[in-house]
Each structure stands twice: as structure tokens, then as C-alpha cells.
């Protein structure tokens, strides 16, 4: 497992988006300079801001660690036991977090206490095909858009734990603005907030490509 340095991947400027903001930021912990943990992982949230979780070796102990400016800030904590996350706690100014922005950290720091109890590595980063146009994150997950044959019709998908792409929608549009979005099977009952920041994202990048010449 790699070691926690205090300078953590994506040293540029962080923005706290406005439901991970607070009047008074933390400083910076400095004892990580000294202490040796183990990153289990690290994901996106819904607002672009970079997680970490870290392990101390044999305590049960893991903390939740958010990337501001480049450095790192303390912002929680997870109790587990045998791979199994027993309660997650949130820092003073993250209590005031919605229970549904609480639930997706939760599962993503399952996932990743789970996968770190069963021996498995961290998921190397893997490249994206050429093919595509863009990219955004929604609670983690990053998502891609890729053109096909039709000059009117992209493809939504999501990249999947071994690095490849999963169709989740197509796109029809005009010369890049979107006229229609079609769950694929299995994502047809996603939320419809939910598909409209599909639809933003993927038009954002659609009418850049044709700006670019690249669509």
C-alpha cells in the first residue's frame, strides 16, 4: 500500500463547493508529516471535492481526509471491524451535510474497507479511450461521454471498477445540444435530478467537442 505524504495527488487549487463549505476551514493537520498511513482510496464527491480515507494498521480506526488548497484536512472518521464499517463519524463542520451526501461517503469508505480487509490493491487509474470526449464525476463516480457513427447520437457511460466504460444512457443532439436522453436498462430509474445533471454535464462537453472541431 502507498504511503500518506502530506502533499496529496491534485496539489492545485481546491474549491469547497457550497455543501462542503464552512465561514471557518480547519488547518491542515501537521502530524501527518510523522504519522504512517495506509491510503485505502480516494473518490470524488458530487461537487468535484477529492476524499481521502486512511488506515492506522491493526486499530479499526480510518480517517476521512478532504484536499483543500493541495492540503489535506481531517474532516471525519470510521470505526470498523473485520472489513465491516461500524459507524462513521463527521467533523463539527461537516455534521450539517445532508443524510444522503452522509450515505454516499458511507458506502464508498464500505467499499473500500471491505476491499482493503480482503487484500485487494487499490484499482490502478486506467486511460480512457481517445474516443472520448470528456469526462465528469457525480458522488464518485466518473462518467464519460463518447460519440459513435451517427453525427446525432453519443453515448453516456460510466467507468467501471476494472477501468472500462458501461453505456448507462444515449444521447441524441444537434451539433451538441442535447434534444433527448435515454436511460439505458438498469438506469432507467435513476432520480430525474439526477438525469438532468446527466444531461448538463454531457451537453457541456458535447458543445465544447463541436466548438473544438473534435464532434
Given at each position: 500500500?502507498?504511503?500518506?505524504a502530506?502533499?496529496?495527488?491534485?496539489?492545485?487549487k481546491?474549491?469547497?463547493r457550497?455543501d462542503?463549505?464552512?465561514?471557518?476551514?480547519?488547518?491542515?493537520?501537521?502530524?501527518?508529516?510523522?504519522?504512517?498511513s495506509?491510503?485505502?482510496?480516494?473518490w470524488?464527491?458530487?461537487?468535484?471535492?477529492q476524499l481521502?480515507?486512511?488506515?492506522?494498521?491493526?486499530?479499526?480506526?480510518?480517517?476521512i481526509?478532504?484536499?483543500?488548497?493541495g492540503?489535506?484536512?481531517?474532516i471525519?472518521?470510521?470505526l470498523?471491524?473485520g472489513?465491516v464499517?461500524?459507524?462513521?463519524?463527521?467533523?463539527?463542520?461537516?455534521?450539517?451535510?445532508?443524510?444522503?451526501w452522509?450515505?454516499?461517503?458511507?458506502?464508498?469508505?464500505?467499499?473500500?474497507?471491505?476491499a482493503?480487509?480482503?487484500g485487494?490493491p487499490?484499482?490502478?487509474?486506467a486511460d480512457l479511450p481517445?474516443s472520448?470526449?470528456?469526462t465528469?464525476?457525480?458522488d464518485g463516480?466518473?462518467?464519460?461521454v463518447?460519440?459513435t457513427l451517427?453525427?446525432?447520437?453519443?453515448?453516456l457511460?460510466?467507468?467501471n471498477?476494472?477501468?472500462?466504460l458501461?453505456?448507462?444512457?444515449d444521447l441524441?443532439h444537434?451539433?451538441?445540444?442535447i434534444c433527448g436522453?435515454a436511460?439505458?436498462?438498469?438506469?432507467?430509474?435513476?432520480?430525474?435530478?439526477?438525469?438532468?445533471?446527466?444531461?448538463?454535464?454531457s451537453?457541456?462537453?458535447?458543445?465544447q467537442?463541436r466548438?473544438?472541431?473534435?464532434?
Open positions: 500500500m502507498p504511503i500518506f502530506w502533499s496529496l495527488r491534485g496539489g492545485g481546491e474549491t469547497i457550497s462542503e463549505r464552512s465561514s471557518t476551514m480547519p488547518q491542515p493537520a501537521t502530524h501527518l508529516r510523522t504519522t504512517k495506509e491510503v485505502l482510496g480516494e470524488l464527491t458530487d461537487n468535484g471535492n481521502t480515507l486512511m488506515a492506522r494498521p491493526g486499530t479499526g480506526y480510518a480517517s481526509w478532504l484536499t483543500h488548497h492540503q489535506p484536512v481531517k471525519g472518521y470510521a470498523h471491524a472489513g464499517v461500524r459507524e462513521v463519524r463527521w467533523e463539527a463542520l461537516w455534521t450539517e451535510q445532508t443524510d444522503a452522509k450515505a454516499h461517503q458511507r458506502r464508498h469508505i464500505a467499499a473500500l474497507i471491505a482493503h480487509h480482503a485487494q487499490l484499482a490502478p487509474k481517445e472520448v470526449l470528456g465528469f464525476n457525480i463516480f466518473r462518467f464519460a463518447e460519440p451517427a453525427p446525432e447520437h453519443a453515448v457511460s460510466v467507468l471498477v476494472s477501468g472500462g458501461t453505456p448507462v444512457a441524441l444537434e451539433n451538441g445540444r436522453l436511460p439505458r436498462p438498469g438506469w432507467k430509474s435513476t432520480p430525474e435530478d439526477r438525469k438532468r445533471h446527466w444531461r448538463r454535464e451537453e457541456a462537453i458535447l458543445t467537442a466548438a473544438e472541431g473534435r464532434l
